[in-house]
């Protein structure tokens, strides 16, 4: 059987659809490694690739618009209303223009991480369809935008969800109940090698040091290390961080100066200072990390996500508030004291890839 061609369209807010859609392509190309892979997001190719190094083409173009960010956990909803009724005013346009650009490109499967125009545009050039993601932009949009967005256009997305041959739901993911094409998979991730010794001898750091990731999942947030402390039970802490945090504690690395892949940076780490995002939790989750995350109670997705957290890792909640204050010392006592826990087997990458190797004719 010749190689067939599979589009994988993923939402660019953020990084977090990147790094979950990634295993199971990664996977489904183990399983037929003559598939040629298109990446369709707003993403450069360095960042691509670092996921997804057997991609074969990349088409930087952002299908669906996500919410518009004020910082890593705050949404500007206003803005995003604005933006949602703009992207939908010439919908039937941008369908009919994709649907052309897949036919022309034959595509034979289109994966979505979950822009859902993609699914419509497919749907319309007949072309099959799965949709993948913890979360889907129907509910977002609902939640988040409440009275500002109409019940018309919300149908119509969740139409296009609807058109999917599966919505392969990720654990762990919200509820999505209405959705009658839905097939619950495990965790998708890809769980990072242990480069620990490697980056404290390259540091010139102590080997007892205590290695803190912190990172808000590719979207930055106003942080001051300033309190945060130098030794823990009598041994160094060092953060990892981005390069605006680094100027504020003598211990800072800038995240951005080390030779080192995002998952083994989890994977090396003793502890990870987070926001709810699938990505990080499922890499911490299936690397055994203790993690701290910061409350996010305005994103729809936070309450499946923590809920699961807290059932298989070590793990505590702070305010924005104790991120910049002392008052993180004690929490990070705690998980450190606790250490590192029996990790997460990723079934659901293996899961994933069976179910579009099955569309694509080879299982």
């Known amino acids: 059987m010749s190689g067939k061609h599979l589009l994988v369209a993923i939402s660019s807010h953020g990084f977090g659809h990147l790094s979950q ?3 199971a392509v990664n996977a489904l190309k183990g399983l037929l490694p003559d598939l040629t892979i298109t990446v369709r997001g707003a993403f450069d190719a360095a960042r691509i690739f670092s996921r997804i190094p057997l991609a074969d083409s990349i088409e930087a173009i952002a299908d669906d618009i996500g919410m518009i960010m004020i910082d ?47 699914l419509a545009a497919a749907e319309r050039a007949g072309i ?49 109940a209405w959705l009658n094409n839905r097939k619950v998979i495990g965790p998708v991730c890809s769980p990072g090698k242990p480069q620990r010794e490697r980056l404290l001898t390259e540091q010139q750091l102590p080997l007892d040091t205590w290695l803190v990731l912190v990172s808000m999942g590719g979207v930055q947030l106003d942080l001051t290390l300033q309190d945060w402390p130098a030794y823990i039970r009598n041994r160094p802490v060092y953060y990892v961080t981005q390069a605006d945090s680094c100027k504020t504690h003598p211990h800072a690395i800038s995240i951005d100066l080390l030779d080192c892949h995002y998952s083994d940076l989890i994977a090396s780490a003793d502890l ?13 989750a299936c690397s055994g990390i203790p993690v701290i995350y910061l409350e996010r109670n305005n994103w729809p997705e936070t309450a499946a996500l923590t809920a699961w957290l807290h059932t298989v890792a070590n793990c505590r909640s702070v305010t924005y508030q104790q991120l910049n204050s002392a ?37």
């Open 72 to 118: 890593a956990v705050n949404t500007d909803v206003d803005a995003s209303a604005t933006a949602l009724r703009a992207f939908h005013s010439d919908w039937d346009r941008k369908v009919d223009a994709l649907a052309e650009h897949l036919v022309k490109h034959q595509v034979d499967l289109v994966l979505a991480d979950v822009p859902y125009l993609t």
């Open 272 to 284: 990870v200072v987070t926001k709810p995002g699938y990505g990080t939790f499922a890499e911490v």
């Open 327 to 363: 008052s993180i010392e004690p929490v990070m006592d705690d998980l450190l004291s606790q250490g590192r826990y029996l990790p997460v087997k990723p079934s659901g990458n293996d899961e994933a890839a069976t179910v579009l190797a099955n569309l694509l004719g080879y299982l």
């Open 128 to 176: 099959p369809t799965v949709a993948l993601s913890s979360l889907n932009w129907a509910d977002i949009f609902e939640d988040s935008l409440g009275h500002r967005i109409d019940q018309v256009l919300l149908n119509q997305i969740r139409d296009c969800y609807q058109s999917a041959r599966y919505f392969l739901q990720c654990a762990p993911a919200m509820p999505m």
């Open 21 to 23: 859609v990634a295993p």
